[in-house]
């Protein structure tokens, strides 16, 4: 009887346990972001007799970590990662689509937010995140950003004369050339009839990139940009000229804020100019977002968690918490968003980026077209032939990717 009694115990013991598994839920959350969530994981949590266990973990190492924990069974059901990782994610089976995004839940989202989460027509996480580039000026220098790139290079013009530099940027990186490129109807990889991104077309050398580098190359030739910010340390040179006030105006990213406001400089944030085409400059755009393990055996109530922490309400919170800009169309146009120069820049840019391209083929682009870019501006290699160059060298090496994937 006794023997009979414990068996019982641990029988229900293990029940127990599978129990209180069964309602808990892990979540690798950005480093130093849980913040942002804890109010929503709270509700969460009361609303469906749910333990959420939290883990910060850096977005970018999540992946790699995922490879190693998901299958021993200690990984995470949900977790953030960068959209430039998903490709590769869902290609080896790592992450789960969504199976229950609907209208109802994915029309609030900017659509290339929600974009650079969709694959093969499914969409495998929810955007929580937006960056991307915009124009700093110093309003001390000038008291209204002008609306198009032929005004900074007037006005750079006329800051050359003075022995200063007007607008400036590291356009000898495709990071920051892109959007000129694209406003010129330059791309990097096309997409094809079922909205995937086609490696096998790369529009780095089309006419229309030429074109756009061909101008960037004109602030260049009549030395309205440094050389000094060409090669590694470019960035760090535009930086001091900025923050010393000897350039009036940069294109950088939301990770510039602080430092410049440190250095004590009286600066103004805004979208990117207009191109001599009349369109506007875009940007790629960096998007951090919520998906789910493979190895999860909470798929439907994480999918449940990421809805539900990402409604508006929370996503504003998320915003006040962390500064980080939620891509919802609600949110971008609430006060809280509209009213903050920088943020407001940001979201206004965002819906004028392009998703940085999610396939794996894409590691194979940046090393030869920035070397490319570098080559045109300094004027060492024809614009056309070194972009064409770069084209080459890039379905090269993806082909040879491709050949040993």
Do not use: H
């Not at 293990?14 to 979540?27: I, K, P």
């Not at 790699?64 to 959209?83: M, Q, T």
């Not at 061909?214 to 000094?228: C, M, Q, R, V």
């Not at 943020?343 to 030869?368: C, D, F, G, K, L």
């Amino acid at each position: 009887m006794t023997l009979k009694k414990g068996l019982l115990a641990m029988a229900l013991a293990a029940l127990s346990c599978s129990a209180m598994a069964a309602t808990e839920l892990n979540v690798w959350e950005d480093i130093q972001k849980s913040k942002g969530i804890t109010q929503a994981v709270a509700d969460f949590e009361k609303q469906y007799d749910v333990k959420v266990n939290i883990q910060e973990m850096p977005y970018a190492q999540t992946i790699e970590k995922l490879r190693l924990d998901g299958p021993s069974g200690i990984g995470p059901d949900v977790l953030v990662i960068p959209s430039d990782l998903l490709g590769a994610a869902v290609v080896q089976g790592m992450i789960a689509p969504m199976a229950n995004a609907t209208g109802d839940n994915i029309n609030d989202y900017v659509e290339s937010a929600l974009g650079a989460f969709t694959s093969n027509g499914q969409i495998y996480g929810y955007p929580k995140v937006v960056e991307t580039l915009m124009l700093f000026y110093n309003k001390d220098k000038i008291a209204k950003p002008f609306e198009t790139m032929d005004e900074y290079f007037k006005f750079s013009e006329e800051q050359k004369a003075k022995g200063e530099y007007g607008l400036i940027a590291k356009f000898d990186q495709v990071y920051y050339s892109f959007g000129a490129m694209y406003a010129y109807g330059g791309y990097i990889f096309n997409r094809d009839d079922k909205g995937n991104f086609n490696p096998e077309d790369v529009g780095l050398a089309n006419q229309g990139s030429v074109d756009a580098v061909s101008y960037l190359k004109s602030f260049f030739d009549k030395g309205l940009i440094p050389t000094g910010i060409l090669g590694d340390n470019g960035l760090n040179a535009i930086d001091t000229l900025f923050t010393e006030k000897k350039a009036a105006a940069v294109i950088n990213g939301p990770w510039a804020l602080e430092p410049y406001a440190k250095a004590g400089v009286n600066y103004g944030v805004t979208p990117l100019p207009k191109m001599p085409n009349g369109q506007s400059m875009s940007s790629l755009l960096g998007v951090k977002g919520y998906v789910i393990s493979t190895w999860s055996t909470q798929k439907e109530l994480a999918e449940k968690f990421i809805q539900f922490i990402n409604q508006p309400q929370y996503a504003k919170i998320r915003f006040e918490q962390t500064a980080e800009i939620p891509p919802l169309k609600s949110v971008m146009s609430d006060p809280v968003i509209t009213k903050n120069e920088a943020a407001n820049a940001i979201a206004i840019q965002s819906t004028r980026a392009v998703p940085m391209p999610s396939i794996p083929e894409m590691a194979q682009v940046w090393t030869p077209i920035d070397a490319a870019l570098q080559l045109s501006v300094s004027g060492k290699q024809d614009v056309k032939e070194a972009l064409e160059g770069a084209a080459q060298q890039i379905n090269d090496s993806i082909e040879a990717f491709r050949a040993g994937y």
